[in-house]
């Protein structure tokens, strides 16, 4: 069996392999790569393509990095760091796709074109996970 403090610096290194475990037994979510492949994916690709886009969603990323350095409170050891944030990060997504598919939820409206402001930070978020912003303290 592998010892937690060997799978921390494993996933410290190479965070995107931590998309092969869930982050929580029982109630699993969707993990980032899992989110990404369902409903973000297209407009990531569209977001290449159009440079407004990308910067609508690199605004809902910043917002979304702020949101998990407050969850993380520096607590974290630095070794640790990236892991606690992606984890933080999936549970964010994950949370907040199932609140907006709630019955008699109100959606917000679109911050730009026909995308749904929830696939927008859905996507922003997919993104964020496998930028280097992620890491940085």
Not at 59 to 65: A, P, R, S
Not at 69 to 95: F, H, M, Q, S, W
């Amino acid at each position: 069996m592998i010892g937690a403090a060997l799978l921390m610096r494993v996933f410290a290194r190479w965070p995107h392999h931590l998309d092969r475990f869930r982050y929580r037994r029982g109630q699993a979510g969707l993990t980032l790569t899992e989110l990404r492949a369902e409903y973000g994916q297209r407009i990531i690709d569209d977001a290449r393509a159009d440079p407004v886009l990308a910067q609508v969603l690199d605004d809902i990323g910043t917002t979304l990095l702020q949101s998990v350095r407050t969850l993380d409170k520096g607590l974290t050891p630095p070794a640790n760091r990236p892991v606690v944030r992606y984890i933080l990060l999936t549970e964010l997504a994950n949370r907040y796709l199932a609140s907006v598919t709630e019955p008699f939820t109100h959606i917000p409206p679109s911050p730009y074109r026909g995308y749904s402001h929830p696939m927008l930070i859905v996507a922003a978020a997919c993104r964020l996970g496998t930028s280097r912003r992620l890491r940085v303290p």
